[in-house]
């Protein structure tokens, strides 16, 4: 077998160095082997070359490449499509068959790197940095032109082994330096004594290695400073805590820490958690209710329970002897507000008196017992039933009936001014049943007829609806019934220990606010028991009022009906009609606004006194007071009342006056004719005897006048002094010539006589003016007789 081997291979020798007799071309055998392979005589894939001079079968270039790759351990795609002579399509396919079949290889950015480089490549590495003790992998990677987390995998594997030293934070540090940097954080860290911010301490070794190898020592970065700090830390090389991976806290601290917490809260049995701020200590509520279990942690202190027990003690005394305490005169300092609040909720003396009632918790502090705030509720009681009719009065100013001796003393004020000089015997008081009066010149003057008329009842009404319709509200317990103010006041007075307490004006407050609900109602008992006496009262309040409205009313439109004689003398028709409203109209309004206020007193609870007999004479800003004191609508109708009063015409105060009496509930008859021929025949009666037993000379005159127009004209009149003359012009055409001409004799002779007596003060020849003062009398006395002759004389040829 083997000599035939050997004669086969001297044959091909021979025939390859046989020199061929044909010779073929390039083209020839490109287009032979083209023929070849359609007829199938290669069982494999021939390759062209860049040239195109040359084949190569894919395992030919295989195994070139395997060639050129365990040469050089790295080679790029490119380089090898070079050297090769293959387009580098075939040479990509051939690499991803290389890489697949040979783990130890791989493709990094179109390069085949085999790990015989990455051994040799790390042996440098290890041999460089023995020299400089430190490498940056920013550096190995721009060296190598791969990027850092490459480099970064294939230097893992090989820490420890081909490279001696450690990697951090992109730097690789030897043995040697790490174990330098070791100790430096050793060091650091165990001469800490407070909690401290690590980077702080990172960067003062930096600084520190920065001092000591100058400008050319290596940089380390903070994260292996950390990374060495954990290690230490791990292996119990240094003692204490890290929190949020930065914050340092030494053992020897903490230990403080404790210690001095201990020692706090044994001697006190309270701790503020200020106080464990101040020693470093982050979350101290959670911190405490860890260490100490059976403790009570309030907002800003925590407690233990042993000052429940003092504070239970404390309140279940006070308690039990009805009185007070203010919590925080017993608690520390630092216990206030809402946590003496909470501290008090777990005294169970205070749980069973709130279960009970028998105290109340006032601010968040202040524990009462209510046998202490019914003796203080007891004594106000009596305070209140002063200070609510002193708030009803001022409430409602004073507008009440004027006195006997304030109107006498008005009237007498009146008539000193008016009637000046005019003997004693002609000064009469002023008052709704006046007999007669004085003749003067002054308009204000006495009012010349009695005012007498028939009495009649009123139509039956509903006392309660007098005063306001029957819809107004109901009177609602306002602050202005029992003022907080006015409870704080007489709290203060009544009980001057609370201002003990810590905020003494806060803890009062609550007390009246506290009482003031049972003060109410005590209010709303003592005013319903007064409405209801005062209901008699006001039934027979508004009996009386309707009583003199049916007499003054009737004699008002009596003399009324006379007026409408005037209306063609404008001056005069003024004249009788303002002396009407002042003398007959103001006493009605008088009489109905001082009724109506005190009936809105007496129904809102307000005591008053009852003055039936006093005469009542009110000033115009009186009457606007009671007017604007009354409720709803019946208040603007009373100030139009006191409006029409001080007008021109009596109709316009009669108008005003129904209004008002009807929204009163009050009833305002009307003058028919047969009251009226009843009062007319009553008048004149009574006037006839005023005239007849009449022994003044000056009063004569007007009873005279008012008769005669009586005679004449069948209707009562009222007029002022001034207003004489006018009357007896009127009555010129009406009489005899001689009754008239006596009557201007008379009119003259008494203007005369009240002229002498006005000017005889100060006069300096006072004889001369005596004399025709006397003469002046004289006259009048005898003329007295025949003018009395004459009008009674006149009234029985009538009757």
Same mark, same amino acid.
Request: net charge negative.
């Given at each position: 077998?083997?000599?035939?081997?050997?004669?086969?291979?001297?044959?091909?020798?021979?025939?390859?160095?046989?020199?061929?007799?044909?010779?073929?071309?390039?083209?020839?055998?490109?287009?032979?082997?083209?023929?070849?392979?359609?007829?199938?005589?290669?069982?494999?894939?021939?390759?062209?070359?860049?040239?195109?001079?040359?084949?190569?079968?894919?395992?030919?270039?295989?195994?070139?490449?395997?060639?050129?790759?365990?040469?050089?351990?790295?080679?790029?795609?490119?380089?090898?499509?070079?050297?090769?002579?293959?387009?580098?399509?075939?040479?990509?396919?051939?690499?991803?068959?290389?890489?697949?079949?040979?783990?130890?290889?791989?493709?990094?950015?179109?390069?085949?790197?085999?790990?015989?480089?990455?051994?040799?490549?790390?042996?440098?590495?290890?041999?460089?940095?023995?020299?400089?003790?430190?490498?940056?992998?920013?550096?190995?990677?721009?060296?190598?032109?791969?990027?850092?987390?490459?480099?970064?995998?294939?230097?893992?594997?090989?820490?420890?082994?081909?490279?001696?030293?450690?990697?951090?934070?992109?730097?690789?540090?030897?043995?040697?330096?790490?174990?330098?940097?070791?100790?430096?954080?050793?060091?650091?860290?165990?001469?800490?004594?407070?909690?401290?911010?690590?980077?702080?301490?990172?960067?003062?070794?930096?600084?520190?290695?920065?001092?000591?190898?100058?400008?050319?020592?290596?940089?380390?970065?903070?994260?292996?400073?950390?990374?060495?700090?954990?290690?230490?830390?791990?292996?119990?090389?240094?003692?204490?805590?890290?929190?949020?991976?930065?914050?340092?806290?030494?053992?020897?601290?903490?230990?403080?820490?404790?210690?001095?917490?201990?020692?706090?809260?044994?001697?006190?049995?309270?701790?503020?958690?200020?106080?464990?701020?101040?020693?470093?200590?982050?979350?101290?509520?959670?911190?405490?209710?860890?260490?100490?279990?059976?403790?009570?942690?309030?907002?800003?202190?925590?407690?233990?329970?042993?000052?429940?027990?003092?504070?239970?003690?404390?309140?279940?005394?006070?308690?039990?002897?009805?009185?007070?305490?203010?919590?925080?005169?017993?608690?520390?300092?630092?216990?206030?507000?809402?946590?003496?609040?909470?501290?008090?909720?777990?005294?169970?003396?205070?749980?069973?008196?709130?279960?009970?009632?028998?105290?109340?918790?006032?601010?968040?502090?202040?524990?009462?017992?209510?046998?202490?705030?019914?003796?203080?509720?007891?004594?106000?009681?009596?305070?209140?039933?002063?200070?609510?009719?002193?708030?009803?009065?001022?409430?409602?100013?004073?507008?009440?009936?004027?006195?006997?001796?304030? %109107?006498?003393?008005?009237?007498? =004020?009146? !008539? #000193?001014?008016?009637?000046?000089? @005019? +003997?004693? $015997? &002609? *000064? /009469?008081?002023?008052?709704?049943? %006046?007999?007669?009066?004085?003749? =003067?010149? !002054? #308009?204000?003057?006495?009012?010349? @007829? +009695?005012? $007498? &008329? *028939? /009495?009649?009842?009123?139509?039956?009404?509903?006392?309660?609806?007098?005063?306001?319709?029957?819809?107004?509200?109901?009177?609602?317990?306002?602050?202005?019934?029992?003022?907080?103010?006015?409870?704080?006041?007489?709290?203060?007075?009544?009980?001057?220990?609370?201002?003990?307490?810590?905020?003494?004006?806060?803890?009062?407050?609550?007390?009246?606010?506290?009482?003031?609900?049972?003060?109410?109602?005590?209010?709303?008992?003592?005013?319903?028991?007064?409405?209801?006496?005062?209901?008699?009262?006001?039934?027979?309040?508004?009996?009386?009022?309707?009583?003199?409205?049916?007499?003054?009313?009737?004699?008002?439109?009596?003399?009324?009906?006379?007026?409408?004689?005037?209306?063609?003398?404008?001056?005069?028709?003024?004249?009788?009609?303002?002396?009407?409203?002042?003398?007959?109209?103001?006493?009605?309004?008088?009489?109905?606004?001082?009724?109506?206020?005190?009936?809105?007193?007496?129904?809102?609870?307000?005591?008053?006194?009852?003055?039936?007999?006093?005469?009542?004479?009110?000033?115009?800003?009186?009457?606007?007071?009671?007017?604007?004191?009354?409720?709803?609508?019946?208040?603007?109708?009373?100030?139009?009342?006191?409006?029409?009063?001080?007008?021109?015409?009596?109709?316009?105060?009669?108008?005003?006056?129904?209004?008002?009496?009807?929204?009163?509930?009050?009833?305002?008859?009307?003058?028919?004719?047969?009251?009226?021929?009843?009062?007319?025949?009553?008048?004149?009666?009574?006037?006839?005897?005023?005239?007849?037993?009449?022994?003044?000379?000056?009063?004569?005159?007007?009873?005279?006048?008012?008769?005669?127009?009586?005679?004449?004209?069948?209707?009562?009149?009222?007029?002022?002094?001034?207003?004489?003359?006018?009357?007896?012009?009127?009555?010129?055409?009406?009489?005899?010539?001689?009754?008239?001409?006596?009557?201007?004799?008379?009119?003259?002779?008494?203007?005369?006589?009240?002229?002498?007596?006005?000017?005889?003060?100060?006069?300096?020849?006072?004889?001369?003016?005596?004399?025709?003062?006397?003469?002046?009398?004289?006259?009048?006395?005898?003329?007295?007789?025949?003018?009395?002759?004459?009008?009674?004389?006149?009234?029985?040829?009538?009757?």
């Amino acid at each position: 077998m083997d000599a035939e081997l050997l004669e086969l291979q001297r044959q091909l020798e021979a025939a390859q160095q046989a020199k061929p007799s044909v010779r073929l071309s390039e083209r020839n055998v490109v287009e032979l082997v083209h023929k070849l392979q359609e007829h199938r005589f290669f069982d494999f894939d021939l390759l062209h070359t860049v040239t195109g001079k040359e084949y190569i079968t894919p395992d030919q270039l295989k195994r070139e490449m395997e060639i050129e790759i365990n040469r050089s351990g790295r080679v790029s795609l490119i380089d090898l499509a070079d050297i090769i002579g293959v387009d580098l399509y075939y040479i990509e396919r051939q690499a991803e068959r290389i890489i697949a079949e040979d783990a130890s290889l791989m493709m990094v950015h179109g390069e085949i790197i085999s790990q015989s480089y990455w051994d040799s490549v790390a042996e440098e590495i290890n041999e460089k940095l023995q020299e400089c003790s430190q490498m940056s992998l920013a550096e190995i990677a721009g060296h190598l032109h791969v990027g850092s987390e490459l480099v970064i995998s294939f230097l893992e594997p090989r820490l420890g082994t081909l490279v001696k030293g450690r990697l951090e934070g992109g730097q690789i540090y030897t043995p040697a330096y790490v174990q330098r940097i070791t100790a430096m954080v050793r060091g650091a860290t165990r001469g800490i004594t407070v909690p401290t911010n690590l980077p702080i301490v990172w960067n003062s070794l930096q600084q520190l290695l920065q001092d000591i190898d100058g400008a050319s020592g290596v940089s380390v970065e903070g994260t292996f400073f950390q990374s060495i700090f954990n290690g230490l830390l791990k292996e119990e090389a240094v003692l204490g805590s890290l929190r949020a991976g930065v914050q340092w806290t030494p053992a020897v601290f903490a230990h403080a820490q404790r210690e001095c917490v201990d020692s706090f809260f044994s001697q006190n049995s309270y701790i503020s958690y200020d106080v464990l701020h101040k020693l470093a200590i982050p979350q101290p509520k959670q911190y405490l209710q860890t260490r100490y279990p059976d403790g009570i942690p309030l907002e800003a202190v925590f407690v233990h329970p042993s000052m429940v027990d003092m504070l239970e003690a404390a309140v279940s005394d006070a308690i039990d002897q009805g009185n007070w305490i203010d919590c925080l005169s017993v608690l520390p300092s630092y216990i206030v507000g809402a946590d003496a609040s909470k501290l008090l909720s777990f005294c169970p003396s205070l749980q069973k008196a709130a279960k009970s009632s028998s105290a109340v918790i006032l601010g968040d502090s202040c524990v009462i017992s209510n046998a202490f705030i019914k003796g203080i509720f007891d004594k106000l009681e009596k305070e209140l039933d002063t200070f609510i009719f002193a708030t009803n009065q001022t409430k409602n100013p004073k507008t009440g009936p004027i006195s006997q001796q304030q %109107a006498e003393s008005k009237d007498a =004020d009146n !008539d #000193e001014g008016n009637n000046a000089n @005019v +003997p004693e $015997k &002609g *000064k /009469k008081r002023r008052g709704k049943t %006046a007999k007669g009066g004085n003749f =003067d010149k !002054d #308009e204000d003057a006495q009012e010349l @007829v +009695p005012v $007498k &008329g *028939k /009495k009649n009842q009123r139509k039956s009404k509903d006392v309660g609806s007098t005063g306001g319709k029957k819809g107004s509200d109901k009177v609602k317990e306002e602050n202005s019934n029992v003022p907080v103010e006015w409870v704080v006041e007489k709290i203060t007075s009544l009980c001057p220990e609370l201002e003990e307490m810590g905020d003494s004006e806060e803890l009062i407050r609550q007390l009246a606010l506290h009482l003031r609900p049972m003060l109410l109602d005590y209010y709303k008992k003592r005013k319903n028991t007064l409405l209801s006496e005062n209901a008699e009262r006001r039934r027979r309040l508004l009996d009386s009022l309707q009583k003199h409205l049916d007499e003054a009313v009737l004699d008002l439109q009596m003399y009324e009906k006379a007026l409408d004689l005037f209306e063609d003398d404008p001056s005069t028709s003024a004249i009788l009609h303002k002396h009407l409203l002042k003398t007959m109209a103001a006493p009605i309004a008088d009489k109905l606004l001082h009724t109506l206020d005190m009936d809105n007193k007496l129904k809102n609870g307000v005591e008053v006194i009852d003055s039936p007999n006093e005469t009542l004479q009110l000033s115009n800003a009186d009457r606007t007071s009671m007017a604007k004191s009354l409720v709803g609508s019946l208040s603007a109708m009373a100030q139009s009342l006191v409006e029409a009063l001080e007008g021109k015409r009596v109709d316009a105060f009669m108008d005003a006056l129904r209004a008002v009496a009807e929204e009163s509930g009050l009833l305002v008859r009307k003058l028919d004719k047969r009251v009226e021929r009843s009062m007319l025949h009553s008048y004149r009666k009574d006037l006839t005897t005023q005239v007849s037993s009449e022994t003044d000379s000056i009063a004569l005159l007007p009873k005279v006048v008012a008769l005669l127009f009586m005679q004449v004209h069948n209707k009562a009149i009222q007029a002022p002094g001034r207003a004489i003359s006018s009357l007896i012009s009127h009555l010129k055409e009406k009489v005899p010539h001689t009754t008239f001409k006596l009557l201007t004799d008379y009119h003259n002779a008494t203007v005369t006589l009240l002229s002498l007596q006005a000017a005889a003060t100060g006069a300096e020849d006072e004889d001369c003016l005596d004399d025709r003062v006397l003469t002046k009398k004289e006259f009048l006395e005898e003329k007295m007789s025949e003018l009395k002759s004459l009008t009674l004389g006149s009234t029985n040829s009538e009757n």
